[in-house]
């Protein structure tokens, strides 16, 4: 039986024997179609991929099956380089990426805004119920003190001599803040923390 009726029959040694024939020159004909070594490499892979796959259309007769396979490879390249100017043009459409910007100032940022609400908030918790009703209103919802005693129905004096009461304890405990250097040097030591892992990740 032929090398060719043996390859349309599926035997794997014949196909095995017209690859060792065969590789060599597809790959030189892959690499003057695509001027690039690994899409040359791509091609010859590719080729006989399709020749396996395409055996059965061998005629039993006839001689070297070289030209087949090289039709085989020419195509093979023909749509690599297509579906390459398509990828190219597909970029070619995207808007253009502006730069990366760096995040880590705004994170940390964010990380210290996020305590010093915390530490409002603990001061904030340390108020009188109806001190914190009329700072929250007035402070936070910019009411006047007419309006918030028109929500609270209180008297506007009533408004005015709370909201003082709920300031001078806030600056108060504000102060008692600022006075724990070593809680600021964890926290500011934290935020470095926090600054290089940030840098580190994006590296």
């Not at 030189?28 to 055996?55: I, M, Q, Y």
């Not at 093979?76 to 910007?101: C, K, Q, S, T």
């Not at 210290?112 to 009329?134: C, M, Y």
Request: aromatic residues 6%; proline residues 2%; glycine residues 6%.
């Amino acid at each position: 039986m032929s090398l060719r009726a043996r390859i349309r029959d599926g035997d794997a040694e014949a196909f095995e024997a017209l690859y060792e024939e065969t590789a060599r020159p597809v790959f030189a004909h892959a690499f003057r179609l695509t001027g690039d070594w690994s899409a040359a490499e791509d091609v010859l892979s590719l080729t006989f991929l399709e020749a396996w796959r395409l055996r059965h259309r061998i005629d039993a007769d006839g001689g070297s099956l070289r030209p087949w396979v090289l039709g085989i490879a020419t195509n093979v390249a023909r749509n690599l380089r297509r579906a390459a100017r398509r990828y190219e043009d597909a970029l070619a459409r995207m808007p253009r990426g502006d730069r990366i910007p760096d995040f880590t100032d705004e994170i940390v940022g964010r990380i210290e805004a996020a305590e010093r609400l915390a530490a409002v908030r603990r001061a904030f918790g340390a108020l009188r119920r109806h001190e914190q009703e009329v700072f929250a209103l007035c402070v936070w919802s910019g009411l006047d003190h007419a309006e918030a005693a028109e929500a609270l129905g209180v008297a506007v004096g009533t408004v005015r001599s709370r909201l003082s009461r709920a300031r001078k304890k806030l600056e108060k405990l504000a102060a008692e803040e600022r006075e724990r250097p070593a809680a600021r040097r964890q926290v500011t030591g934290d935020h470095e923390h926090v600054a290089r892992s940030v840098r580190e990740e994006r590296r």
